[in-house]
């Protein structure tokens, strides 16, 4: 089963979406400079890099150092990305994104591949369902979590033009790409991407298609399900999602992250303050991952269009 | 070469603000700060280009990066005294609603500092990318950093030496403040740094070393020094040897003082030995 009104035009990595902004961002803006830790082929960084030399800095297996150089390329005017795992990116150098960048003010972008479980093979070691808990806990950080490619690159794109320290993450496997490609991106606005009555579903990165897949086998089942894409976690669009409960009085959050932390913590600090709702959480339950295929583990950890449907249908019952 | 000698008196006005201001908040860092008062006195009135008002871009001026954070005291005696704020703002070290936080920070807007240190270790990474920076805009002007001694026990620091040796950051003079003290203890004891000449030298760094790094004389000569091998592909460190407590009897020749205010009584013993001066106190 496809989507009614989105069509995948194929499978590719969000990490190219970034690796495409990036290289757009060369051409248009002459202050973005990138860094990276030794994994430019795995970030898409390489074209940036050839193209672009004197822009670019390779920094070798050292993320700590990484994080202080861009936040010293700021003074004097340059717009640092740097480029890294999620978990590389965040927890091994939290302290230094903390202090160096986010109590500093420095308008540094810290852009993750390999974001949660769909890393896949490599294992837990490298599978980070904390980091948008992490990113999002700090004073003044502006938190992204884009859905496919276009809207990765878009994002990408976007937050160059934006002051302030920016978390922006994404992943390694090839999933749908179904997002308008001229949409553009607008930091911190909800998306509502179909229309529904009887519940509200809110996801983010590759929770979006599932999402989407989700709500034609609920329709199949009687369940008009409304679909938003919070590709901003942080500043959240609490408006958009408070519109949507107060008419389907229901709500799922959907996430590849832990549910401690993540969007569903969000959206649950701003409903319990402004409208009430039940609500449940498509996230990991607080585990670490392990290896496997990119589906296999989505399945595994209930993040599948399945769970979303499992979820939504019992969640309705309890309104 | 410049002569340092009318330093002298600001040395001791810096000391006696130090003495001060910590025991003013009951709290800080006195004996680090009185270790590098000669060095920061003769880096901003005696040494390094730079302009007024505060311009955190800094282009076309040289920079300076302090690591060693908890030296704070001397930091914001020397900047206030530099001309960047106010003087008589020293009165509000580490109070509520100040610009004067326990550790530095560019949060309250300080004109002085552009990036919050004190949290170790991480300062050189910054001076590396400002210095990076400076190179992307082809301006020739330098950038500076003071370290502690026992900071270099953060493994951080040596990412950014190894990066910086072997990228060429020559635009970037790093001073190593070699007091040998740390809160625990002698640095020695606590945790050896081993040679540290040879450590920089083997990541590829142009060292110095100034073993009277309380001498206004040779903080001007070590300076001056580093900057005739500066541009030279190298990035540059001197080794700089200091008394943590200098220039207050009780407070020097131990670690005691890293990090503790002044009494009453020991305030005004602290202030006997540092007489007013023309600059008079804030």
């Known amino acids: ?319 | 070469m410049p002569k340092p000698h009318h330093l002298d008196e600001k040395v001791i006005q810096t000391r006696r603000d130090i003495v001060r201001m910590v025991h003013g908040a009951k709290s800080g860092h006195p004996g680090g700060s009185l270790g590098c008062t000669e060095f920061l006195i003769t880096l901003f009135q005696n040494h390094m280009n730079y302009q007024l008002p505060f311009d955190m871009d800094g282009i076309g001026q040289d920079l300076f990066f302090l690591s060693n954070g908890h030296i704070s005291p001397v930091f914001y005696s020397v900047l206030a005294r530099s001309g960047f704020f106010s003087i008589k703002e020293l009165s509000t070290f580490r109070k509520i609603n100040s610009r004067l936080q326990g550790h530095p920070t560019t949060h309250e807007g300080l004109p002085g500092v552009r990036v919050a240190s004190g949290s170790l270790g991480q300062g050189l990474s910054v001076a590396v990318g400002a210095a990076l920076s400076k190179k992307l805009n082809q301006d020739s002007t330098l950038v500076y950093a003071l370290l502690g001694d026992g900071e270099l026990q953060e493994g951080q620091n040596w990412e950014a030496i190894m990066f910086a040796g072997g990228n060429d950051v020559d635009n970037l003079i790093v001073t190593v403040d070699y007091n040998g003290q740390q809160i625990d203890g002698a640095t020695q004891d606590v945790l050896p740094l081993g040679n540290l000449e040879n450590k920089f030298q083997s990541f590829g760094w142009q060292v110095l070393t100034n073993n009277r790094g309380n001498d206004l004389y040779s903080v001007k000569e070590g300076l001056e020094n580093a900057l005739k091998v500066a541009h030279k592909s190298k990035p540059i460190v001197i080794i700089m040897k200091t008394e943590m407590g200098n220039g207050v009897d009780f407070m020097m020749h131990s670690h005691q003082w890293h990090g503790i205010a002044p009494n009453d009584q020991q305030l005004q013993s602290a202030l006997d030995q540092n007489p007013t001066t023309s600059l008079g106190d804030y």
């Not at chain 1, 999620?86 to 202090?99: E, H, K, M, P, W």
């Not at chain 1, 607080?286 to 449907?309: H, R």
Request: with cysteine; net charge positive.
């Open chain 1, 1 to 319: 089963m496809q989507p009614s009104s989105y069509t995948n035009t194929g499978n590719i990595d969000t990490r190219s979406g970034f690796g495409e902004g990036l290289s757009y961002l060369g051409e248009t803006h002459p202050r973005v400079v990138a860094l990276c830790a030794d994994l430019t082929g795995s970030l898409k960084m390489s074209h940036f890099k050839k193209t672009f030399p004197s822009r670019f800095f390779q920094v070798g297996i050292a993320e700590a150092n990484m994080m202080g150089i861009a936040a010293g390329l700021t003074i004097g005017g340059w717009i640092p990305f740097t480029g890294t795992f999620a978990n590389f990116s965040t927890g091994r150098v939290y302290d230094q994104i903390r202090q160096s960048i986010a109590y500093s003010g420095k308008n540094v972008k810290i852009c993750a591949s390999h974001a949660g479980i769909t890393l896949g093979e490599d294992g837990a070691t490298h599978q980070i369902l904390e980091d948008i808990g992490l990113m999002k806990m700090l004073p003044g950080m502006t938190v992204i979590n884009p859905c496919d490619f276009n809207q990765t690159k878009a994002a990408t794109i976007a937050i160059a033009k934006h002051q302030g320290p920016v978390y922006l993450r994404f992943g390694r496997p090839k999933v749908p790409n179904f997002t308008n490609s001229n949409l553009g991106f607008e930091i911190g606005k909800g998306l509502l991407l179909e229309p529904g009555n009887d519940i509200t579903i809110v996801a983010t990165g590759h929770l979006v298609w599932e999402s989407l897949l989700a709500r034609e086998v609920l329709k199949t089942k009687g369940v008009s399900a409304e679909i938003i894409n919070i590709h901003t976690i942080k500043p959240i669009d609490e408006q958009i999602i408070i519109n949507s409960v107060q008419k389907t009085k229901c709500i799922i959050t959907a996430e590849e992250h832990n549910y401690h932390g993540g969007l569903g913590e969000t959206v649950a600090r701003i409903l319990s303050k402004r409208h009430p709702v039940i609500q449940d959480y498509i996230a990991t339950q607080d585990t670490f991952g392990e290896s496997g295929t990119p589906a296999e583990l989505m399945k595994k950890y209930g993040l599948s269009s399945d769970n979303i449907v499992k979820k939504s249908i019992d969640l309705i019952k309890h309104k």
